[in-house]
Every structure is written in C-alpha cells, then in structure tokens.
C-alpha cells in the first residue's frame, strides 16, 4: 500500500492556508481586533461574564485533548504497537455536528461533477444529502441483507472500489442507522488494507452504545476517518458538536478547511463539561441503562401478534428495527401515522430502505416513555391485526 493524501486530497484544499486572526497570536488585552462588540451582548439578561461578546476559540484544543484521551483509555486496540501512537488534540477536528464533518470530509477529497462517494444502503441519508449538494455522483453497494446480518460486503466493494478510481469515499456506518448493526472491524481492516485510491469514513455516531471505537486506528491508517458525534450517547444533539478522528496530516487540512468559528462559546463549553471524568462514567451508565431498557422493549413488543419474532439487523445501537406482520408495509406505516396522531408517540417508518420492509425504527426512551409506546403499540397494532 502506497497511500499518498496529496493524491486524495483536492488541490486547491492541499494547499489552503488556514485563516488567521490576530487572536491567534495575541488573546489578552484591550482586544479591538476584531470588530467585536465591546459592551456586550445587547439583551443585558446574557450576562457579559460569559463573553458572548467575544468570538469562540477556533481550535478547542482542551474538549479535543480530553476526548482523545478517553478513546485512548477505552480503546479495544493495544496502543502498545508501534504504529498505533495513542491519538492526541492533532488528530481532531470539531464540526456543527457530523453532518458539517461529513460534508466537509466530501468537499475536501472530492471534485464536483466528478469524482463519487461509495455507500451502503440501507443506510444514513445525509451523505447521499451531502453528494448530491456537492455534485457529486454516489455509487451503491449493499449491505448483506439475505442473512439479516447486515454487514459490509468487503469483497464486492473491493471490486468495485479498484473498479473505479474516481471513487474517492468509502462510507461505512458503523453502528449501522437503521440497521443497529456494528460493521466487524475485521472487515473495515480488509478495506484499509486493500484500497489507497480513497478514504474509508467510518460514521460511529452510535458507537458509545456497543463500544470498539476505530477511531484509535486513525494513527495506523492514514486512509482512515472516523466521525463521531455527541448527539447521541452524551444527549447534546442541540449543541451540534461533531467529531472527525484522522492522521494529524489530514487533520490539519480540515481544520484549515473549516469556517474558524465554527464551533459557538455554548458549544465548547457543554462540550467540555461533557468529557469531564465525571460526565464520562455518567454517559457510559446512561447508555448501559439505556441497553437495558432497549432488551425490554425488544422482548415486549415482538411477543406481539403482528410483530415478526426477530428483529431486523442488530442491537448496537440506541434502537430497535422491528418488522411488522411479516413485512406488510402497509400496516407499519397505518401503525406509524396512527401511533402518531392518536397515540401521540412518534417512530420511524423505515420500509422503504433496502432489506428493512415492513419495518419501524423505534428509538429508546426513558422508562416512562417506553412504557408509553409498548401500550400504545400493543393497542394499535390490536386494531390493525384485527381488520
Ligand atoms: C449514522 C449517523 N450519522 C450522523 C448523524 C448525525 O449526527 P449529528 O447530530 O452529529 O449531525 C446521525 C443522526 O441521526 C446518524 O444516524
């Protein structure tokens, strides 16, 4: 393997010089530097302690540092191995979620009306979103669906990545959205190791829940980017802070890349409060409790008439995909829309997406709001069993 970032990367992104401000070299003093406004933030309730006035910090190496870390402490791989260093703040870049660090990962390998991204449906929506704004052409290779096992087809997306050097992305979503499946590592490895033409971007918005982060590998493999988000296990979706792990080159191209403020004051600093050790075991009990009641539910509501026995894909993540009436879409999506307006409990109809027909995406609630669905559920689905 012979891999060279400057031959991924797009010219012109290679090159950028990042944005710098004065703030960069100077941050203490009477700062009119940057047309700020200095007597604050007008509704005088936003008190002006909290430096509202001022712009964000651009590089958040403090959040980045502390996240490191904790994949490095709760990494499955031994850090022992030479060539796998233990990641630090160089191997990050923050973004308005992962959907900004998904978008920017295509802006800054793939050239428009050009060059493709590789996905494998069923799968998330937004780098097919994200292509498309882009301009770029996005090619398909299933999942394995006949088995239920839902995992990557490393053999048929070899070929087709060597087939077409103009294939610059590979997307895995690792646990899968909606599969809940998390992809072998194993598998992932085979693609590191088989293609240089392009990056394998692994999407690891859910790993908290099932653990075995990739992210730790980004130092082995250069052709490695792992997203992460704290949307999900940290309960922060509001604050959109996502996470691109990759080789401190090409961590340093997207940090170039990125608007510098991306990331706002309230941000960073639930951000950071989250990775304090504290916060950390607290995510990692929530979601454990969060596996539990997701078993509960998964036992209560495919004991039903009218819910298959097994589940589709796996249980990786904070979610379950159940397959209604043997695959009768009809009657998910009359289960959906009266679960909805009635009942007052919203679910995802997922029949639509390759392998999963017939099938709502349920996501786990707290135990009162689970207790909520799996009576609403099992009364709703009554009355559709028995037309
Ligand atoms: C697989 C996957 N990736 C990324 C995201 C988006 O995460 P964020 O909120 O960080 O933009 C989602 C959200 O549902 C997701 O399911």
Redesign the pocket.
Known sequence: MTFDLQKIVRPKIYNLEPYRCARDDFTDGILLDANENAHGPTPKELNKDSQLHRYPDPHQVEFKEAMAQYRNKTSAFKTTEPELTPLSAQNLCL????????DAIIRATCVPAKEKILVMPP??S?YSVCANINDIEVVQCPLIVSDNSFQVDTEKVLTMLHADPLIKLCFI?S???PTGVKIDTDRIISLLENWDNGLVVV????IDFCGGSTAPLVTKYPNLVT??????SFGL?GI???MTFASSQLSNILNAMKAPYNISRMAASYALTAVQQNNLQLMEQTTESMNIEQRRLLKELTALDGVDDQYVGGLD?NFILLRINGGDNEMAKQLYYTLATISGVVVRFRGTELGCTGCLRITVGTEEENNRLITEFKKTLAQLMKK
């Open positions: 973004g308005v979620g992962s959907d900004e660090s998904i799968t998330y937004m979503t646990p899968g959205n999407d690891e918005a859910y997203l992460q988000t704290l949307s999900k979706a959109r802070l996502g993540a």
